[in-house]
């Protein structure tokens, strides 16, 4: 089942993979990609709810004209979806990874634990803005966005901004070391992540086990 959820002008698809009671899990997809028709083999043990959410420019959500993506637009966009199905755990690959990271900073207490993944754009821009550009492609406008492609894949990352967002969450999550990261992929923003108290490194099946029976 898929609802549109309004993002100020974008209609965001939010799926239900899998209904239950018990505990919520969101999962928020890499960049340039969509997400599953069915729960993915990772999460099959998850004991509630699975939802998983299409970014602005990404799968059945609204392509937007022009551009203009950053991480913190995403970032709204999970919120909205964290506000329609109630406290969840994150689970996010690549650029997914990163904005679940930032909602779990920026919403402690409705974010019961993120995991982590390896994905397309879970590097991004590093701390400095370099050369980039951005061209349209004439009389498209599918998804993903070739505009959200380029633009969310240079997207700055400074360590120190990283580092605050970790921090707000560790404080404030009800989830005991509420953060695990779970892939292989360690660019220097999840390293500088990784020095914060209570972000782990984690096989994914222990965290979801660990998140479950704290949500």
């Given at each position: 089942?898929t609802?549109?959820?309004?993002?100020?002008r974008?209609k965001?698809a939010l799926?239900?993979?899998?209904?239950?009671?018990?505990?919520?899990l969101l999962?928020?997809h890499?960049?340039?990609?969509?997400?599953?028709?069915?729960?993915?083999?990772g999460?099959?043990?998850?004991?509630g709810?699975?939802y998983?959410?299409?970014?602005t420019g990404?799968?059945?959500?609204?392509v937007?004209?022009?551009?203009g993506?950053?991480a913190?637009?995403?970032?709204?966009d999970?919120?909205?979806?964290?506000?329609a199905?109630?406290?969840?755990?994150?689970?996010?690959?690549?650029?997914g990874?990163?904005i679940g990271?930032l909602?779990?900073?920026?919403?402690?207490?409705?974010?019961?634990?993120?995991?982590?993944?390896d994905?397309?754009g879970?590097?991004g821009?590093?701390?400095w803005p370099?050369?980039?550009?951005?061209?349209?492609?004439?009389?498209?406008?599918?998804?993903p966005?070739?505009?959200?492609l380029?633009?969310?894949?240079?997207?700055?990352?400074?360590?120190?901004?990283?580092?605050?967002?970790?921090?707000?969450?560790?404080?404030?999550?009800?989830v005991p070391?509420?953060v695990?990261?779970?892939g292989?992929?360690?660019?220097a923003?999840?390293?500088?992540?990784?020095?914060?108290p209570g972000?782990v490194?984690?096989?994914?099946?222990a965290?979801l086990?660990?998140?479950?029976a704290?949500?």
């Open positions: 089942m609802v549109f959820l309004q993002h100020n974008v965001l799926h239900t993979l899998r209904e239950g009671t018990g505990p919520r999962l928020l890499a960049l340039g990609e969509r997400s599953p028709a069915a729960v993915p083999g999460l099959a043990e998850w004991p709810a699975v998983a959410l299409d970014f990404h799968g059945a959500s609204t937007p004209s022009g551009g993506y950053t913190e637009v995403l970032m709204g999970a919120d909205v979806a964290l506000a199905i109630g406290p969840a755990t994150i689970v996010g690959r690549g650029l990874g990163y990271l909602l779990a900073g920026a919403r402690p207490r409705e974010v019961r634990g993120v995991a982590i993944l994905g397309p879970l590097a821009g590093g701390d370099g050369p980039s550009v951005v061209r349209g492609v004439p009389g498209a406008h599918a998804a966005d070739p505009f959200a380029v633009e969310l894949g240079s997207d700055l990352r400074p360590r120190e901004y990283v580092r605050r967002f970790a921090e707000l969450a560790t404080a404030e999550c009800p070391n509420p695990a990261v779970c292989r992929q360690r660019p923003w999840l390293q500088a992540a990784l020095e914060v972000i490194e984690e096989e994914l099946g965290a086990r660990r998140f479950a704290a949500g």
